[in-house]
Nanobody, 115 residues
Framework: QVRLVESGGGLAQAGGSLRLSCAASGSIFSFNTMGWYRQVPGKQRELVATITSGGRTEYVDSVKGRITISRGNAKNTVYLQMVSLKPEDTAVYYC?????????WGQGTQVTVSS
């Protein structure tokens, strides 16, 4: 059983910043990929950013240059640093980890950006 706990969401003004954190615990062997996705009501969940165990990162085009994904030293944490926030960044953000045992999701954290 893997448990993911997200934190750091909240309300920010356009142009502001937020940092999301995700801590994984439980039956952790090794994570292949950790990432962040987001979802707004009525739309599909979309990829924001991922980072592999080797440190390779990928970002959706709409966040490039504004959002940085990183992993903690303990390797079971992943962060999403968001700057220059836009109202269209408003969504529930979900942490995801993929390991040899499967794919796991956090409960989500709300990010709201006001204009």
């Amino acid at each position: 059983q893997v448990r993911l706990v997200e934190s750091g969401g909240g309300l920010a003004q356009a142009g502001g910043s937020l940092r999301l954190s995700c801590a994984a615990s439980g039956s952790i062997f090794s994570f292949n990929t950790m990432g962040w996705y987001r979802q707004v009501p009525g739309k599909q969940r979309e990829l924001v950013a991922t980072i592999t165990s080797g440190g390779r990162t990928e970002y959706v085009d709409s966040v490039k240059g504004r959002i940085t994904i990183s992993r903690g030293n303990a390797k079971n944490t992943v962060y999403l640093q968001m700057v220059s926030l836009k109202p269209e960044d408003t969504a529930v953000y979900y942490c995801n980890v993929v390991s040899a045992l499967g794919s796991y999701w956090g409960q989500g954290t709300q990010v709201t950006v006001s204009s």
